[in-house]
Every structure is written in structure tokens, then in C-alpha cells.
T-cell receptor, first 114, second 112 residues
């Protein structure tokens, strides 16, 4: 069964600093990988997705993620944090086993300090 | 324009009184998901439909049921809500599960 592990339940950065949110996955078949953002009392919004094309994926709001099969990782980065990036971020995995259900990691809350 | 619409946004129900949450989509997606999300936790998949094929997670309580009468609509029925069922319920759709999911705004359920 597929799963994702997010390292660090809370990450704090200063405004303008690099954002790095870590995600490792487990899947017995080639996975589809996603990052989502959630603001308080809202649904989730898709930031970016890896679907077996380019390993470096660019998403919305300046975020990008790199798929590294050898490390089973899909870390999310942004060169310069903005106050509006403060939110909960979820890594998720989907594959064809189990009918393409999407499973989420535990989430990482990003704090951005002025 | 909203593409995945959940009604109502907030629902208060009495302990043990059946409640139904609804979800509609304008995307014509094949897959529809229901997730339960408790405070500061990840969304937990309850079940999903791939077209009419229903997939129930092994640890989803029998108290939770779902219906998908057509492509556009999906319902979550909680037969006898308990205090532990208070949560945000998220509906999501995906074309085929490979391109990511579109989420509704969620329904926050309170059980009194």
C-alpha cells in the first residue's frame, strides 16, 4: 500500500528565506505525487503534481518540487518565503492499486516570521 | 466559479440523529472522494467512487455510508452521529486519480 511521510510537523522560516518541506513516499508501483496547501477552514488546493514527466515540477505561488526516485523523496521548496505562505502543507500519493485513491501525509504547518 | 460545491458549509446535528452531507461537481470527473479531517490532522479517506465503483476503506466505520446517484452528485450519510464524528468533511474529485484532486470548501460538522 502506498504511503507518505512528512518530516517535521512544524517549520518556521523568516520572510524572504528558503522554504523546504520534506516528503518521502512509499509505493510498490510508479507513484503520482502531489503537494496541497490548506488555509484555515478551507478545502485543500493543489500546488503541484508529479505524473512521471519532468522530475522537477513547478507549481503555483513560486513553489517547486523535485522527484528523486533513488531517495523516494518529493520535497517542496520555494526560494523566498512570503507571509502569505503561512499555511498547512500536505504531501499526497496516488497509484493505480486500490483504484487511484489519494493518501495524505500528516501535514507540515509553515510559519513565516516577519 | 466553484467546481466542487459542498452543502452545507456548517452543519449542527444532534447525537444519534442521521445527517446527510452533499457534494456536487461541475467538472464531470470520474472519481469522487470523501475525507474526514479532524483538527490539526491530515484528511483521512473514508471512501471513494471510480465512476459507479464504490471503494470503502477498511477502517471506515459502518456508521458512514455513501451514495453516488449520478456523475455530478455524491452524498455522505452518517446514520448515528457520535461526538467523535465532529470534524470537517471534505469532498474531492479527480478526473482519474492521476492529475490531482479538486476539493470543495468542506462541511464542518458539529454534534451536540
Amino acid at each position: 500500500a502506498q504511503s507518505v511521510t512528512q518530516l517535521g510537523s512544524h517549520v518556521s522560516v523568516s520572510e524572504g528565506a528558503l522554504v523546504l518541506l520534506r516528503c518521502n513516499y512509499s509505493s510498490s508501483v510508479p507513484p503520482y505525487l502531489f503537494w496541497y496547501v490548506q488555509y484555515p477552514n478551507q478545502g485543500l488546493q493543489l500546488l503541484l503534481k508529479y505524473t512521471s514527466a519532468a522530475t522537477l515540477v513547478k507549481g503555483i505561488n513560486g513553489f517547486e518540487a523535485e522527484f528523486k526516485k533513488s531517495e523516494t523523496s518529493f520535497h517542496l521548496t520555494k526560494p523566498s518565503a512570503h507571509m502569505s505562505d503561512a499555511a498547512e502543507y500536505f504531501c499526497a500519493v496516488s497509484d493505480y492499486t486500490g483504484g487511484f485513491k489519494t493518501i495524505f501525509g500528516a501535514g507540515t504547518r509553515l510559519f513565516v516570521k516577519a | 466559479d466553484a467546481m466542487v460545491i459542498q452543502n452545507p458549509r456548517y452543519q449542527v446535528t444532534q447525537f444519534g440523529k442521521p445527517v446527510t452531507l452533499s457534494c456536487s461537481q461541475t467538472l464531470n470527473h470520474n472519481v469522487m472522494y470523501w475525507y474526514q479531517q479532524k483538527s490539526s490532522q491530515a484528511p483521512k479517506l473514508l471512501f471513494h467512487y471510480y465512476d459507479k465503483d464504490f471503494n470503502n476503506e477498511a477502517d471506515t466505520p459502518d456508521n458512514f455510508q455513501s451514495r453516488r446517484p449520478n456523475t455530478s452528485f455524491c452524498f455522505l450519510d452518517i446514520r448515528s452521529p457520535g461526538l467523535g464524528d465532529a470534524a470537517m468533511y471534505l469532498c474531492a474529485t479527480s478526473r482519474d486519480g492521476t492529475m490531482g484532486a479538486f476539493f470543495g470548501q468542506g462541511t464542518r460538522l458539529t454534534v451536540v
